[in-house]
Each structure stands twice: as C-alpha cells, then as structure tokens.
C-alpha cells in the first residue's frame, strides 16, 4: 500500500513539471527571424548620404575618357543599371547599396558612391567585355548583306560585309525585336525590317583599316573615343553601327542623351548579351560579336 502511495505521489509530480515546462516554453519569447526585405532595408538606409552625393555626381563628375573630358554618367544609367542588376533610380539609397555590393565585388573601397574611381572601374569592366581580338576578317570571313539591312539602302556594296557568325546572330537578334510588340517595328518578315523602318538597321559594319584612316582624315576631332586607327574593332567585321535613334552616329552628348533614352537601345541593354552582342559603352549605338 505505502509502495503505491509513492508511486502516484511520483506520477503527480511528474505531470506537475511537465505542465509547468510547458508554461515556462510558451510565455518565454522565441528569437524571430529577420526576412530578406527588412534586411535590405535596413542596409539601403543606411547608404542616404551616398545616395546624395550619387544625385550630384551623375550630372556633375569631371572624368576623362579618350582624351576628352566627361560631365557626369547619367548617359549610362541603363547600362549601370544592368551592371548592377538593379532597377532603383540612381537618387536612392536602394541604388546606393547595389553599388556597394558591386564595390566589394570589385576590390574596391564599398561606400556606395560612383565616384571617378568607381565609374572608372565599371568603364574598365565594359572594356573588358568587348572584342579581344581585332584582326582585320579575311575575305572567307565576310559576307555581303543586303541593301534591305542597312539604315542606308545606297551604301556601297564593299561597305556592306559582315562576318559571317555576327550576321547570322544579328538576324536571330531583329526576330526577336521584332516579336517584342512593345517596340512595334515595321517588318516584312519575321526576321526582315520593313524598308520604312529604320531602329535596328545597321549603319556601319566591316570597315577595312584604309578605309578607317579615311574617317579619321575627315574627322581629325574625333579623339580615340570615337574612331580608333590601329585596332578598331570594325576590322573584325563583328562590330555593328546600329541606329537606335538622333543623329546616327554624333557623340555629342545632347545627341547621346537622345539615344540612350529610346525604346530600342533599352531593349539591347536588356537584350542583346543573349544573342552575344556587347556594347562599346560610349557610343549607343554600337555593338559587337563576341562569341
């Protein structure tokens, strides 16, 4: 009987600590985990004073490229955009901390701010996306394309080769412009620019070194930014003019404020590294074959 007593006297115990455990677990705060929006929040805000000074800087930096001297980087907020991965307005802090991620990636000092040594790193990473090599193309090499391809349906015949390779992927590329209806390109095919269209035509392609030094002649002003004598990747017959809008090809920047702002180069910003085309960052309108 006494035997009995105790063990029940055990079993009430036990189901009192038990029961008291459980209040004890349930009252006691559980550590909350932080989501991945409030995390980036709070890191964005903490980069409004860079985000400042980037509103100044991308109308105000003083930088060199090619010999001329630069004003700002709002002409390539796509293209730092894209570099980025990032959609925020250059103003914001969200803008901010994608730069300071992209800083730290790079090596360099990550405070958020595109100043002269961080745009000048990013011009570096763009260069160095761009064609290697820059022989001139073999005869084998280059094809004739049609009149119906260029923004200049008179052009001469020995100014309309293309290499082979960037041809094919330039036609892939404008089937699928073409198909976007958010750029309602005249065609009449599907790979096949109506003759009244002119986004997308090409304006210059292979251009041979002679014919190169020529442009140069005429144009002794352009600065090696503009018309590069002894490697100019239009040798290669992989490099494409395209007209994306303004004035076809001026460097000017009021003209390339008006071309980075069209429908159309923002869809190669998007679009064209698809189909292996890479942008020369300080001409809209030009791209190359890098495959």
């Known amino acids: 009987m006494l035997v009995s007593s105790m063990k029940n006297l055990k079993l009430h115990i036990g189901v009192i600590v038990t029961s008291l455990a459980v209040a004890v677990s349930a009252q006691s705060p559980r550590p909350t985990k932080k989501s991945p929006v409030a995390k980036t929040v709070t890191s964005a805000a903490s980069f409004t004073s860079a985000a400042a ?39 914001t802090s969200e803008f901010a901390a994608s730069i300071a991620a992209w800083q730290k990636h790079r090596g360099i000092a990550a405070d958020g701010i595109l100043d002269e040594d961080a745009l000048m790193s990013m011009v570096s990473q763009w260069q160095g996306n761009r064609l290697k ?21 008179s052009r001469a015949e020995e100014l ?5 390779r960037t041809y094919a992927a330039y036609k892939q590329m404008i089937a699928a412009a073409i198909a976007d ?3 309602k390109l005249a ?10 269209e002119q986004y997308f035509k090409i304006v210059s392609a292979f251009r041979s070194p002679e014919y190169q ?6 144009s002794p002003n352009a600065g090696s930014a503009g018309l590069a004598v ?14 994306v809008g303004g004035s076809p ?3 000017k920047d009021a003209n390339r404020a008006i071309q980075v702002k069209t429908p159309v180069y923002r869809w190669l910003v998007e679009n064209a590294e698809s189909f292996g085309f890479r942008p020369y960052f300080y001409e809209p309108w030009h791209w190359e074959y890098v495959k």
Request: glycine letters at 4%; charged letters at 25%.
């Open 181 to 183: 209806p958010k750029l």
């Open 230 to 243: 002894n490697n100019s990747p239009h040798f290669t017959g992989r490099a494409l003019d395209l007209y």
């Open 53 to 91: 000074t980037n509103s100044t800087l991308r109308n105000d930096l003083t930088w060199t490229f090619g010999g001329k001297q630069q004003r700002g980087w709002y002409l390539y907020d796509l293209l730092i955009g894209k570099t980025l991965n990032t959609d925020h307005d250059p103003s």
């Open 249 to 251: 090809v001026d460097t």
């Open 160 to 164: 309309r080769q293309v290499e082979r």
């Open 187 to 196: 065609h009449t095919a599907p790979d096949q620019l109506a003759a009244k």
């Open 213 to 218: 030094e020529e442009l140069r002649r005429k």
């Open 133 to 153: 090599n820059r022989a001139a193309a073999t005869p084998e090499q280059l094809m004739i394309a049609p009149t119906s391809d260029f923004y200049d349906s």
